[in-house]
């Protein structure tokens, strides 16, 4: 029988009901001093359908806010708030991992005390016309302070585990710090974390390790995106670097890579997807454009083992039952994205409304 979007999937020590992932997706609707709420809790049990949701990219330190109201793991009022989501996603049936970041240079000043951001580099962010975020020259993190950025997501981890997450995936992908230190366009560095593509993978393998440590390498994932152009950055070798990483993943059995594509099936990202296949025997989920008929593509002819998507679960929060009815799709208001309140984030409607334990909104 033909793999399905609707096939179960072993993905490390979780069993999912289906193949459809729904993308980490930064939609700024923490509370004050970055708790998650009522409001997404209630955002994630709408769409516990999905094989496995990856919550937004969550911050493992304080003063790196890169969006405002985005969240945070890294202290006890966010702990309890990511637990009412988790419980909230078990209730509705669902699994949830936790993405866990930190921006580095991509965190902006204005939004964190005027906090300078650090880096692998003392390079600022070049923006493309039309980004307005408000960007400063990071601080080069010296050899000896690269432990307390492990030890931040060390703890970031325990408290991501203290929720009751099902799993965790490492934030390696979009510019930010750890993609950083791994894509050698923005990693100059002359020391044991610069040069080398092993050099430049050692503080994402470490993280990785810490991980490991602490769920198991069954229920950990990473997320990588060697040729997406995002936060200024690109890398000289992107097929090596896919095929190093995939090579170390392998190695310590990590549950699923995340590939990050900027679209799937341009030639290039296919090859690097065809990398990763050759050297890593896990769980090889991709994003990047998919619909309905080229994710069962892929799966059909084992190019993937689940496909990750993002916009679709905007505006569809019963998006795995669309697709079960090949049902229209309805459309995001991209004006609501990232504003505050349920507009826009938990007013889409299901095709047949889902009976849903939902936290109550004050």
Request: charged residues 20%.
């Amino acid at each position: 029988m033909s793999t399905s979007l609707f096939s179960p999937l072993q993905l490390g020590d979780l069993h999912l009901p289906n193949r459809i992932v729904m993308a980490p997706m930064t939609r700024t609707r923490a509370e004050p001093d970055h708790v998650p709420g009522a409001l997404m809790a209630r955002h994630y049990a709408q769409r516990a359908s999905a094989g496995l949701l990856i919550a937004e990219a969550t911050a493992v330190a304080p003063q790196t806010s890169a969006f405002g109201a985005d969240p945070g793991i890294y202290d006890a009022a966010q702990i309890a708030g990511w637990r009412q989501v988790v419980d909230a996603v078990h209730a509705a049936g669902g699994r949830i991992a936790l993405q866990v970041f930190h921006p580095g240079r991509a965190a902006l000043p204005g939004l964190n005390d005027g906090v300078q951001p650090v880096s692998s580099t003392d390079r600022a962010i070049r923006l493309p016309a039309g980004d307005d975020r408000v960007v400063a020259a990071p601080r080069r993190l010296a050899l000896a302070e690269i432990g307390e950025v492990v030890a931040q997501f060390r703890r970031g981890l325990e408290n991501a585990h203290s929720a009751g997450f099902d799993a965790v995936e490492i934030h390696g992908a979009h510019g930010y710090l750890l993609d950083q230190f791994l894509r050698d366009s923005v990693n100059d560095r002359t020391d044991a974390y610069g040069g080398s593509l092993e050099n430049r993978a050692r503080l994402l393998l470490a993280v990785l390790d810490e991980a490991i440590a602490v769920f198991g390498s069954g229920r950990v994932g990473l997320r990588i995106s060697p040729l997406v152009a995002y936060n200024d950055i690109s890398d000289s070798n992107p097929r090596a670097l896919v095929q190093y990483v995939a090579q170390e993943i392998e190695r310590r059995a990590v549950a699923f890579l995340d590939l990050r594509h900027e679209r799937h099936d341009a030639p290039e990202e296919e090859a690097l997807a065809d990398i990763a296949r050759l050297h890593y025997r896990g769980v090889l989920l991709r994003n990047g454009g998919y619909d309905h008929d080229s994710g069962a593509a892929d799966l059909a002819s084992g190019r993937a083992d689940g496909i990750v998507y993002g916009k679709p679960f905007l505006a569809n929060p019963d998006l795995v039952e669309r697709f079960r009815k090949r049902a229209p799709l309805a459309q995001p208001d991209f004006s609501l994205l990232y504003t505050p309140g349920p507009r826009g984030y938990i007013d889409y409607p299901a095709l047949e409304p889902a009976v849903i334990d939902e936290p109550a909104l004050a």
